[in-house]
């Protein structure tokens, strides 16, 4: 089997990756604060869109493999690749996932958040408070000292102590010069095996969890993921480059804790 190659990216690189994973926080950060009762995904979508445009920045998914919108909003049993409609209309308690990415200068940046609409019961609190952690315990992970399993394990070990469920079907990946690029970053494995991380190595590191089984199926959409029992899911990822020192996250501004060990 042939491996594909993985690039390693120079700081200037690096840089303009940080430049285009910011633009992607930042409307991020609009489209969560929007996500309330009576909102629908529509919404929530032209705004990403219009926002994209006033950075000068191209939304990444728009197009993608034919994909119809510019940002991916799953709700509920939802897992991945929802389709924003103006017939889904937000409730509250609803588990809605914004999963986003950029392309600005030449450079992808890409991440993901769930949250909840309105007061989050304890057990969707929980399942979000395991997901979120999942990927930090993740970019902790991601160093030099390290593989790609070690990642993996990282997620698997805590989110199935924890009673939830890793989707296997959806990996994270490599990003920079496009959207996704090698190597693939699955959310569960074996530590201590599979490819040894290296500094340059830029990755979108993306735990995707289940309340439930871990199996999804596809919509006839042929875009949304859903899991197969109808438990609820949550998402999370952010843009990470592997250093020296360790993971360092591009899709969180600087100062605000934007280092794994």
């Known amino acids: 089997m042939v491996r594909e190659r993985v690039e390693l990216r120079s700081r200037d690189e ?36 219009a926002r994209t445009r006033e950075h000068r920045a191209r939304p990444a998914f728009k197009g993608y493999h034919g994909f119809p919108a510019s ?15 103006p017939r889904r209309v937000l409730r509250e308690g609803d588990v809605v996932g914004l999963d986003f990415g950029v392309e600005f ?10 949250v909840a ?20 315990r993740a970019i902790a992970a991601a160093s030099p000292r390290h593989r790609l399993g070690d990642v993996g394990a990282a997620v698997q070990t805590y989110v199935e102590a924890a009673g939830f469920s890793v989707v296997r079907d959806f990996v994270g990946h490599g990003i920079g010069k496009k959207l996704h ?5 699955p959310n569960y494995g074996t530590a201590g095996t599979g490819l040894r991380l290296r500094p340059g190595m830029v990755l979108a590191i993306e735990p995707m969890v289940t309340a439930g089984r871990p199996e999804v199926r596809t919509l ?7 899991s197969a029992d109808g438990s609820l899911a949550a998402h999370f990822e952010h843009t990470v480059a592997i250093t020296e020192d360790g993971a360092e996250i591009l899709s969180l501004p600087r100062g605000s804790g934007a280092r794994g060990k």
Not at 105 to 114: I, K, L, N, P, V
């Open 14 to 49: 690096i840089e303009r990756i940080r430049e285009a994973s910011l633009i992607v926080h930042d409307i991020l950060r609009e489209a969560v604060a929007m996500a309330a009762p009576g909102v629908t995904t529509a919404d929530i979508d032209r705004l990403a869109e």
């Open 71 to 85: 940002i991916c909003i799953s709700v509920n049993d939802e897992v991945v690749h929802g389709i924003p409609s």
């Open 105 to 114: 200068r030449g450079y992808f940046g890409d991440s993901a958040c769930s």
């Open 117 to 136: 609409v309105g007061q989050p019961s304890h057990p969707v609190r929980r399942l979000l408070d395991v997901t979120r952690e999942a990927l930090a």
């Open 181 to 185: 690029e090698p190597p693939q970053v």
């Open 220 to 226: 006839d959409d042929g875009w949304t993921a859903v």
